[in-house]
C-alpha cells in the first residue's frame, strides 16, 4: 500500500513509500550531507529507488539532477514524488537499467554523482530476501562496483566527483576499483552506530583525474548511549 509520509522536515517535502517494499533509509540523508553541491552542477543520482537523495538535495542546490532507477515499481514511486513536490523542472527520473542508459550519455557529462549502492555481493551463500524489490536494493544483481565505477569514469567530467555510502568492510574493495578506473579516493567519514562501536558505514567521495591526496574527516556518529540522535543527525533531519 502506498504512502505519502513527509522527507523528515525538509521543506515541507513529501515522499510516496510503499511498506511492503522498502521505505528510505538514513544512509540517504547521510549521503546528502555528505555531498558538496552548487547550483552551476549538472547531477546524476544512481540507484535512486523512489528519488530521496534528488529530492534532499534540491534543499540545497537549484542544480539539475537526473535520477536513475530500474525498478518500474520504485521508479513510479519516485515519478509521484517530484510530482508531488513540484520538482518536475528540477529534477528528471529515467526508468532504465544505468549500464545500458550510460550508453547514451555524452563522454564527460556530469559534476556529480551521488549512489546508494546495492551493498551486498551476491554468491553461494547469499540469503535473498523473498521480497523481489528488496533483493534488487541490497544485493549486487542489476549493479556491482566494477559497473559503477566503469560507468562514472565515462560520465564524469574532469575533477567530477562521486558520492557513495557503503559498508565500511567493503572500502578497500571500493578504493581499488576507483583506482582502477582513474577516480582518486580525496574524502572519507566514517560512520559508528554508537560511540564505542566499530564503523558499520562509511561515505566516500572520489574525484576523476584528480592527484593523491585522501581527507579522513571526524567521526560520525549516529546515536547517543541511550539511543537517541546525536544532535548532528536531528540537525540533519531539518537541513541538509
Known sequence: MEVINDLLELNNL???QNKKWFNFSLDSLLLSNFANVNNKMKIID???GNCPIPLMLSTK???KIIAVE????IYELGLKSIKINNLDRQIEIINKDIKEYYKEIKTDSFNLITCNPPYFKINNNSILNSNIQKTNARHEKYLNLDDLFKISKKI???NGKIV???KSDR???IMIKMRNNNIEPKRIRFVYPKEDSKSNLVLIEGMKNASSGLIIEKPLIIHEKNGEYKKEILDMFKEV
Open 164 to 166: 557513495l555510502i557503503h
Open 14 to 16: 513529501k515522499i510516496v
Open 156 to 158: 564524469l567530467k574532469n
Open 61 to 63: 542546490t537549484k542544480a
Open 171 to 173: 572500502l578497500s574493495d
Open 70 to 73: 530500474i525498478q518500474k515499481e
Open 46 to 48: 544512481i540507484c535512486t
